[in-house]
T-cell receptor, first 111, second 114 residues
Framework: GENVEQHPSTLSVQEGDSAVIKCTYSDSASNYFPWYKQELGKRPQLIIDIRSNVGEKKDQRIAVTLNKTAKHFSLHITETQPEDSAVYFCAADLGNEKLTFGTGTRLTIIP | KAGVTQTPRYLIKTRGQQVTLSCSPISGHRSVSWYQQTPGQGLQFLFEYFSETQRNKGNFPGRFSGRQFSNSRSEMNVSTLELGDSALYLC?????????????FGQGTRLTVV
């Protein structure tokens, strides 16, 4: 079926360390993969996205990598800070004109 | 530019009642999508409206319906409420919609069914 699987569901890392969240998708025709961050009590906001014609994209401490052959993409956060604590959602366009979201990863940065 | 606005922010309803939620998109955005967010399930797509027409629909029962007005504002209605409908309902707007563009989310309406 159409789905996006996201792992892990919870992740705790020491401040300053790196965090990696991985998503896999089911439709090889997918070509748009955004990541949203939702802080406690706030709305989800786009933090980075990648399209299928590139393999990696970076924006300061965050990066996303895409492996179209294996149908997975990952969010990498380096030098984590307390304000990185949030729920992160991956999403993919599964060729049906709507974004399908993963189930979310609750990231906790330990001071 | 004002962001996406959802009203009300909180609602408590009784089983069997119906509810209407409202979403005002960013000025100039013609697409509004609705999502249901529950713990452990992420964001489940309900439907998308563009230029007053439903353009896409998720896998929710017919009790969930929506509409969009000529000013792009959208409403979502849930009839015959069930306990399992308790969730945060988010709407998101974008200029032309679809799945290949950034979605701008509202703060959500938290619905509690008792």
């Amino acid at each position: 079926g159409e789905n996006v699987e996201q792992h892990p569901s919870t992740l705790s890392v020491q401040e300053g360390d790196s965090a990696v969240i991985k998503c896999t998708y089911s439709d090889s025709a997918s070509n748009y993969f955004p990541w949203y961050k939702q802080e406690l009590g706030k709305r989800p906001q786009l933090i980075i996205d990648i399209r299928s014609n590139v393999g990696e994209k970076k924006d300061q401490r965050i990066a996303v990598t895409l492996n179209k052959t294996a149908k997975h993409f990952s969010l990498h956060i380096t030098e984590t800070q307390p304000e990185d604590s949030a729920v992160y959602f991956c999403a993919a366009d599964l060729g049906n004109e709507k974004l399908t979201f993963g189930t979310g990863t609750r990231l906790t940065i330990i001071p | 530019k004002a962001g996406v606005t959802q009203t009300p922010r909180y609602l408590i309803k009784t089983r069997g009642q119906q509810v209407t939620l409202s979403c005002s998109p960013i000025s100039g955005h013609r697409s509004v999508s609705w999502y249901q967010q529950t713990p452990g399930q992420g964001l489940q797509f309900l439907f998308e409206y563009f230029s007053e027409t439903q353009r896409n629909k998720g896998n929710f029962p017919g009790r969930f319906s929506g509409r969009q007005f000529s000013n792009s504002r959208s409403e979502m209605n849930v009839s015959t409420l069930e306990l399992g409908d308790s969730a945060l309902y988010l709407c998101a707007s974008s200029p032309v919609g679809g799945a290949n563009t950034e979605a701008f989310f509202g703060q959500g309406t938290r619905l509690t069914v008792v």
